[in-house]
């Protein structure tokens, strides 16, 4: 049999890894992990930008371990992957840390998860979903993105996004180490990151609204991007680990372009609040078009974003009104 075609099945019952478990994407993971009874959830994560709090109430399957991958010695993170039977690898520096820090975002992203993968083959690991991005395509215009373009990063966060992929490939060749790659396009939901002084353009106007201030359009409003919810992503996630496919690469996006003008009109819309946004100069982003196209993900995990955009927009304003969220302090390592 070859790896691509070896079974890994259902997630209940079964022993987990998710790194960057403490962050956004991740706590939304390891919530729905225990839903669908996995006996035991490993969360590994630096603790830097995510908090063991995302987690909500603890359960006595999901244990953190605080490690920083490309800092911490390995010999920890080879005793934490003991008995790990599916490997969900979520930690990474981000985009808006590589620009400031892009020595420690390679040092994270490339050798912390050349590390990881390592030794989960050695650990006998037997599949991982890497979440990757949409920054390893590196274009800003175009049709929408399909996984069999030649990706062409032009930022040290999607370099080291496009190497992790390829790290991939490496153990899956060279030690049968099963895997798939997810290219996320933009996630939204409650708890989404909003420390480091950047916050997304959802949770900002969202707390402009909440303020009585009209939100902020860049520009004409007319970029245009493809924002998918938590709970989907989360469950292409699992989808992704469950699936007899392996060895493949998927766009993980709604397939819907929204423009900015757009998003922001649902936002109001949703928020019951009467506002007109304010223009202000255009950003880096003026008359860019960044979609998925994601065909290959409803072809081959039977899988495409169920939630609308006004849903999604509605439940992530709840939880900007309910007051968390509260910039995390990034902790300094
Ligand atoms: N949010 C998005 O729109 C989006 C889009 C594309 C890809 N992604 C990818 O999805 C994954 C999760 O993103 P998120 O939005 O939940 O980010 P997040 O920052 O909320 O979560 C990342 C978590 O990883 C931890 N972490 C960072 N570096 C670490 C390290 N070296 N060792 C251990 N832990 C570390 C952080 O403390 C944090 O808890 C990331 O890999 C990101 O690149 C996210």
Redesign the pocket.
Known sequence: MTAATKMFGSVRHRTLMV????????SHLVRALVARGARRIVV????????PANLGQTSASVEVIR?????DPPADLARALAGVEGLF??????HNQSVDSPIEVLR?NVE?THTLFDLAAAAGVKKVVF?????AYGRLLGSPFSEDEVPRPTTVYGIS?LCGEHLLGHFAKTRGLPYNVL??????GPR??AGMGYKSVIVKNGERLLAGDPPVIFGDGKQTLDYVYVDDVVDATIRALESDISNETFNIGSGQPTSIEQLISTLIAVSKRSATAVHEPPDWTAGSFRVGNVDKARRLLGWSAATSLAEGLARTFEWTASGRAQPLQTQKL
């Open positions: 790194t960057g478990g403490c962050g956004f994407i991740g590994l994560d630096s603790l830097r930008y995510g908090n490690h920083q991958l490309g800092k690898h979520l930690a990474a520096e981000k994270s912390g979440s990757s991005s949409l920054y996004k290219r996320y396009l933009f996630v939204y989404q990151f």
